[in-house]
T-cell receptor, first 110, second 114 residues
Framework: KQEVTQIPAALSVPEGENLVLNCSFTDSAIYNLQWFRQDPGKGLTSLLLIQSSQREQTSGRLNASLDKSSGRSTLYIAASQPGDSATYLCAGVYGQNFVFGPGTRLSVLP | NAGVTQTPKFQVLKTGQSMTLQCAQD?????MSWYRQDPGMGLRLIHY???????DQGEVPNGYNVSRSTTEDFPLRLLSAAPSQTSVYFCASSYGTGIIYEQYFGPGTRLTVT
């Protein structure tokens, strides 16, 4: 069964820190991997999509990497800000099926 | 460009009632999907569609019906609501069909069944 896990479940950091969020998947036959942000009571906002032929993607202070052989993806956030506080979800794309992780709840303290 | 829109935002139903959650997108995406999000369970796929007239079941399809008569619309029907269907429902769309690429999500519908 295809499963996606995320560690840690929650993270609290002071403003300005660089941080890494982890996403692991059991089935390496992944096509793409997408990272999302979800604010409380809101929908999901797409952050980055990494296609299986790529190893990483960057957008502003965000950098996501994908290592299919180890079954891992990481989301790196540089110089964190209080506005980055949200839940971050990763989703593995297997053909027409998205498999979501449970999310990491991030709090960035001023 | 409104993206993915969902109505209603909130709904309260009594057990046994039926209703339709509406979803529309204006990006000409072929792929559309419905998820439910529950605390501790994450997002789970209910049904999806790869184009008008084509739908398929996801992980948790029981108690839900879908149809896709146009590219833009993908309504989700609850046939006879049960308290276990209390959840937040999200609709999403993407420009892939065989392999799905970046998904865009609507704002969600918060449903309570009493």
């Amino acid at each position: 069964k295809q499963e996606v896990t995320q560690i840690p479940a929650a993270l609290s950091v002071p403003e300005g820190e660089n941080l890494v969020l982890n996403c692991s998947f059991t089935d390496s036959a992944i096509y793409n991997l997408q990272w999302f942000r979800q604010d409380p009571g809101k929908g999901l906002t797409s952050l980055l999509l990494i296609q299986s032929s790529q190893r990483e993607q960057t957008s502003g202070r965000l950098n996501a990497s994908l290592d299919k052989s180890s079954g891992r993806s990481t989301l790196y956030i540089a110089a964190s800000q209080p506005g980055d506080s949200a839940t971050y979800l990763c989703a593995g794309v297997y053909g027409q099926n998205f498999v979501f992780g449970p999310g990491t709840r991030l709090s960035v303290l001023p | 460009n409104a993206g993915v829109t969902q109505t209603p935002k909130f709904q309260v139903l009594k057990t046994g009632q039926s209703m339709t959650l509406q979803c529309a997108q204006d990006m000409n995406h072929e792929y559309m999907s419905w998820y439910r999000q529950d605390p501790g369970m994450g997002l789970r796929l209910i049904h999806y569609s790869v184009g008008a007239g084509i739908t398929d079941q996801g992980e948790v399809p029981n108690g839900y019906n879908v149809s896709r008569s146009t590219t833009e619309d993908f309504p989700l029907r609850l046939l006879s609501a049960a308290p276990s269907q209390t959840s937040v429902y999200f609709c999403a769309s993407s420009y892939g069909t065989g392999i799905i690429y970046e998904q865009y999500f609507g704002p969600g519908t918060r449903l309570t069944v009493t």
